[in-house]
């Protein structure tokens, strides 16, 4: 709500990332953080905002409030809060996410190896006199051609993320 709401309302003043970034003392891509969702303005250039819009801060947080309670800094405080728990619960999840996806795709590659290890697959040796398999030959043996070149970079690639992602979660 309020990464839409700063948007609307500096497309509806005409000013571009950069203006209003300029005005407020701020780079670009801090801007683009809050109006992306990425991130929240804190309190006081949430105030700065406000007097930069000719709102109220509360009509930039979305949410129809008492006067009393809108001039209270501890008021925009809390909901600032708030915001950066979602976006913090938002991020973990995420990483949760990738770091299961990553243990997945490395369950399937082990169990790749497996199953060509278990059928003693030498790819290399096939040889097909069969006018009619050897299409289906040529298939499987491009496919594990392509595992065995591939698959230990991918296998690495999952286990080095699984450890970096690990610590996170």
């Known amino acids: 709500m309020l990464s839409e709401?700063?948007?609307n309302l500096r497309t509806s003043k005409g000013l571009s990332q950069r203006e209003l970034a300029t005005q407020l003392n701020i780079v670009r891509q801090t801007l683009s953080k809050w109006e992306n969702g990425l991130s929240v303005?804190?309190?006081d250039m949430l105030i700065r905002l406000s007097n930069t819009f000719e709102v109220p801060v509360s009509s930039l947080l979305g949410e129809t409030i008492s006067e009393k309670e809108a001039n209270t800094i501890q008021s925009l405080?809390?909901?600032?809060?708030i915001i950066n728990l979602q976006l913090a619960q938002r991020k973990e999840s995420r990483q949760k996410i990738l770091h299961?996806?990553?243990i997945v795709c490395s369950v399937v590659i082990i169990i790749g190896f497996l199953?060509?290890?278990?059928?003693?697959?030498s790819y290399l040796t096939w040889a097909?006199?069969?006018m009619e398999t050897s299409i289906l030959v040529f298939f499987l043996h491009s496919m594990e051609w392509l595992f065995i070149r591939v698959?230990?970079?991918?296998?690495?690639?999952?286990?080095?993320g699984v450890y970096i992602t690990r610590k996170r979660c």
């Open 100 to 102: 299961f996806s990553l």
């Open 128 to 130: 097909s006199t069969d």
């Open 41 to 43: 303005p804190d309190a």
């Open 115 to 121: 199953i060509m290890v278990a059928l003693e697959s």
């Open 77 to 81: 405080a809390n909901k600032l809060e």
């Open 5 to 7: 709401n700063i948007k």
């Open 151 to 160: 698959a230990p970079f991918l296998l690495i690639g999952a286990l080095i």
